[in-house]
């Protein structure tokens, strides 16, 4: 299937719209020649209003980790943004909803197969850890043994700045990831690291 009419269904989906508080709106970015894959968590409520994926503080920080320009992060050809739910899921009683459970697999196969296969994906949060490295245990213990899962895959912590207090306890993931993951996504997307 071309990528163009791949990403035509995937706007037009609702799968799970009954089970939305709103209409669906699927946040993806995808390009033929992405070597850079970022699977998340879902939108949140922000991105759902602008349709611009990691258009929020997580964002910002997540850019910063990965040493990508706004230009950069945001070429579909460069970097592909996956979440685990492509749309957002609504308000829980302690923050978002997890991401829908039908979402990743109608969709995921059908969305990786169009990139290349040397690509490096980035997995953010339990829920894409439980999906592409299952046996990999929980969030810290995935991104502390982050070594042993490249270099295919690089697990990471939630970017959010609700998560400051993990990224104090865990300093060795900025002294240590942190370099290591710029040095990889500039080499995936072609560039001299910044
Ligand atoms: S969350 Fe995924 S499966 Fe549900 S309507 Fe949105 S795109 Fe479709």
Known sequence: ???DDLLVEVRACRICAD?????????VQLGGSARLV??????????????????DPSGRTLRAWL??????FYDPDLVALVPMGFCYPG??????LPPRTECAPAWHDRVLDQLPDDRLTI??????????LPDAGNVTEAVGAWREHLPSHLVLPHPSPRNQGWLR???WFEADTVPDLRRR?????GRTPG
Do not use: C, F
């Open 185 to 189: 996504v500039a080499e995936v997307v």
């Open 67 to 72: 040493g990508l320009t706004d230009g950069e």
């Open 123 to 132: 997995l953010i949060g339990a829920y894409a850890i439980g999906r592409y």
């Open 19 to 27: 089970r939305l508080p709103h209409e669906p709106r699927p946040v």
């Open 169 to 171: 306890r865990n300093p």
């Open 1 to 3: 299937m071309r990528l």
């Open 91 to 96: 308000k829980g009683s302690s923050g978002d």
């Open 38 to 55: 970022i699977i998340g968590q879902a939108p949140g409520r922000r991105v759902h209003e602008s349709g611009v994926p990691w258009d």
